[in-house]
């Protein structure tokens, strides 16, 4: 994409893969709504030039938003960090400010936002297993310790990434296992896919929902334009379950938020999102 061409008046989103994303779906409703006189589009690009376009598209008086893979390069970018991006380590929205690129991790609050839609609860003294140790498990695991979660079991098919996670936040609520096998007969209020299996039509169930004893629900932060398998499965065996579009559309509010600074027409961007899901 020719930054030149959207230059002026474009926030973007910036990541590799970008094409299946909803954002400009979502964020092009709510500037309408908002009567804001900018578009937000897609930018597939390469890491090399991250620093070249989140720059000039502040110099500009613009922002947008960073995607995987890049999520972790960008902090290195920006000069006044949040504390969400400071904890995780991640920053996946972007603006400027008195000349300076200011940055955030609005998956957090959008996390915390789509997690007590979901319960109708905080969920303050849950048992939670969490599965995967990339970014998106980096934001949801700060949002549960801020709600004071009572255990989090972590999960993940490389031990070693899920043991930098846990030691990333140094915090003995999180608990690493070695395999599926280790939660067998286990009980837990909420389980959270925030690996990246359900992307693809083809991809495996990322955990055999038979295992445990008891489950309460089950959150799947994968979204697509129909239910994901995995919440296909845990609503065939009776649990409550739902997939990431929440956390999509609340992570997207947010961010709205931090570049106008004032709430997001999130009624529009809701109605917007449904209109191209399948339920």
């Known amino acids: 994409m020719d930054l030149g061409v959207l230059a002026n008046d474009s926030f973007l989103l910036l990541g590799n893969p970008v094409k299946h994303s909803l954002s400009p779906l979502i964020q092009n409703a709510a500037f ?3 009567q804001v006189p900018r578009v937000y589009n897609t930018c597939c690009c390469e890491e090399s030039d991250l ?7 502040t110099e500009l008086g613009l922002g947008g938003n960073v995607t995987v893979p890049y999520k972790e390069a960008a902090v ?12 995780t380590g ?26 007590r839609s979901f319960l109708g609860r905080s969920p303050k003294g849950f048992k939670v297993l969490v599965l995967g140790a990339g970014g998106v498990v980096r934001a949801v695991l700060m949002s549960l310790l801020n ?12 031990l070693s990434r899920a043991k930098i996670v846990a030691d990333h936040f ?3 609520k999180i608990r690493v296992v070695k395999s599926s096998q280790d939660v067998k007969g286990c009980e837990f209020d909420l389980i959270i896919n925030g690996t990246s299996m359900g992307l693809n039509a083809n991809d ?12 309460g629900g089950v959150m799947d932060l994968v979204y697509g334009k129909e239910l994901t398998r995995f919440v296909k499965c845990a609503k065939k065996n009776n649990f409550p379950g739902v997939d990431g579009t929440e956390m999509l559309l ?13 709430p997001a027409p999130l009624d529009t961007m809701r109605l917007t999102l449904e209109s191209v899901i399948t339920r």
């Open 76 to 87: 290195k970018i920006i000069d006044r960090a949040s504390e969400a991006v400071l904890r």
């Open 147 to 158: 709600d004071e979660i009572g255990e989090i079991i972590l999960l993940n098919r490389t």
């Open 170 to 172: 140094g915090n003995a």
């Open 90 to 115: 991640a920053c996946n929205t972007f603006w400027t400010r008195n000349g300076e690129i200011f940055g955030d991790n609005t998956d957090v609050e959008g996390f915390r936002r789509a997690c």
């Open 51 to 57: 620093g070249r376009l989140m720059k000039e598209l």
């Open 32 to 34: 309408k709504s908002a």
């Open 250 to 262: 609340q992570q997207a509010a947010v961010s709205f938020e931090r570049w106008w600074d004032k």
């Open 204 to 215: 495996e169930i990322p955990f055999d929902l038979s295992l445990p004893s008891r489950v």
